[in-house]
């Protein structure tokens, strides 16, 4: 059974920082390009960053490029989102997602998703 389980979320000020993490299992964690998707109230899920399986390549929404880092390391079956100088805008629940697409077309949308984790909530306030 694949289990993706988020943590970190939490309530901050603007400009401040938090770092998610999410620890897989149940997969080859390594076979897999990984990914943050957000959800605001009342709007779609959107992509937020993407990171192939060799961490080689990395891909990020206009709208946290320069704040936000995806990483990961293949050997704890784990991938992290550093999130610097936070904007309320960032408020949302976050997913952490597997696909066995790729990182780019990881970019595109939720198609290609093949695992979603349960999601952590991140509140900026102002």
């Known amino acids: 059974q694949v289990q993706l389980v988020e943590s970190g979320g939490g309530l901050v000020q603007a400009g401040n920082s938090l770092r998610l993490s999410c620890a897989s299992s149940?997969?080859?964690?390594?076979?897999?390009?990984m990914g943050w998707f957000r959800q605001a109230p009342g709007k779609e899920r959107e992509f937020v960053a993407a990171i192939s399986w060799s961490g080689i390549s990395t891909y990020y929404a206009d709208s946290v490029k320069g704040r936000f880092t995806i990483s990961r390391d293949n050997t704890k079956n784990t991938v992290f989102l550093q999130m610097n100088n936070l904007k309320p805008e960032d408020t949302a629940d976050y997913y952490c997602?597997?696909?066995?697409?790729?990182?780019?077309?990881?970019?595109?949308?939720?198609?290609?998703?093949?695992?979603w984790g349960k999601g952590t909530l991140v509140t900026v306030s102002s």
């Open positions: 149940g997969l080859t964690f390594s076979d897999y390009a």
């Open positions: 997602a597997a696909s066995r697409t790729t990182a780019r077309e990881m970019t595109k949308g939720t198609d290609g998703i093949r695992y």
